[in-house]
C-alpha cells in the first residue's frame, strides 16, 4: 500500500495564479483533510471531508477551495495565490472520526513558494 | 478554546540520556490525544492514541502516558535515529479535528 501519495511535491507560484494540488489515499478512508504547516505556528486544518461529495471548512479555509468527487482523492485548488500562502501543505486521512479510529495519516507533503 | 502546549521547544540528547516531552492541553471532553513523530522534509508518522487519563503505550524507547491535564513521552535510552519533531494533538468535544501544538524538537547526540 502506497498509504497518502501527494502531488507536486514542490511548486512555485507567482502571485495570482493558481494550481491545484491532488491527494490520494489507498486505505479506503472515509475521512481526508488539508493542513498547512508554518515556522511556530505548527499544522491548522484548512479543509476537510467526512466522505465522497463533502467537504467542510478548517481552521484557515480562506483562499482555499476543495473537492471530493472520488472516495480516494482529495483536491485543494488555490485560486489566486497570495504570499501569505507560502507554506508546507500535508494532506491526511482516517478511517472515520470515531473515537478509536481517528488517528490520522499524513501524506509527504508539498513545499508551495508564492513570489 | 481547545488548546495544546508543547514544551520544552527544543531538547538535547546525548545518546542513552533519558528524558520526557510533554504536552499540556485544554479541550472540552478528550476524545483521543496523539503522538506524532516528524521527519525534517516529511509528514507526520503517527506513533501512538491515548483515550483516558492513566492510560499508558509503549514503543520501542518510546513510552507514552495521559493525565487529566497532561501527557509525556518518555524516550528511554535514546539513539540518534531518534532525533525529530515529536508532536502532540488532541481531539475533543464532538468533533473529527485534532488540535496541534508546535512540536517539541529532539536532537540525540551520538
Known amino acids: 500500500n502506497a498509504g497518502v501519495t501527494q502531488t507536486p511535491k514542490f511548486r512555485v507560484l507567482k502571485t495570482g495564479q493558481s494550481m491545484t494540488l491532488l491527494c490520494a489515499q489507498d486505505m479506503n478512508h472515509e475521512y481526508m483533510y488539508w493542513y498547512r504547516q508554518d515556522p511556530g505556528m505548527g499544522l491548522r486544518l484548512i479543509h476537510y471531508?467526512?466522505?465522497?461529495?463533502?467537504?467542510a471548512k478548517g481552521e484557515v479555509p480562506d483562499g482555499y477551495n476543495v473537492s471530493r468527487l472520488k472516495k480516494q482523492n482529495f483536491l485543494l485548488g488555490l485560486e489566486s495565490a497570495a504570499p501569505s500562502q507560502t507554506s508546507v501543505y500535508f494532506c491526511a486521512s482516517s478511517y472515520s472520526g470515531a473515537r478509536r479510529y481517528s488517528e490520522q495519516f499524513f501524506g509527504p507533503g508539498t513545499r508551495l513558494t508564492v513570489l | 478554546e481547545d488548546q495544546v502546549t508543547q514544551s520544552p521547544e527544543a531538547l538535547r540528547l546525548q545518546e542513552g540520556e533519558s528524558s520526557s516531552l510533554n504536552c499540556s492541553y485544554t479541550?472540552?471532553?478528550?476524545?483521543?490525544l496523539f503522538w506524532y513523530r516528524q521527519d525534517p522534509g516529511k509528514g507526520p508518522e503517527f506513533l501512538f492514541t491515548l483515550y483516558s487519563a492513566g492510560e499508558e503505550k509503549e514503543k520501542e524507547r518510546l513510552k507514552a502516558t495521559l493525565t487529566k491535564k497532561e501527557s509525556f513521552l518518555h524516550i528511554t535510552a535514546p539513539k540518534p535515529e531518534d532525533s525529530a519533531t515529536y508532536l502532540c494533538a488532541v481531539q475533543g468535544g464532538a468533533t473529527n479535528k485534532l488540535i496541534f501544538g508546535t512540536g517539541t524538537l529532539l536532537a540525540v547526540q551520538p
Open positions: 479541550v472540552s471532553g478528550l476524545r483521543g
Open positions: 471531508s467526512v466522505g465522497e461529495g463533502t467537504t
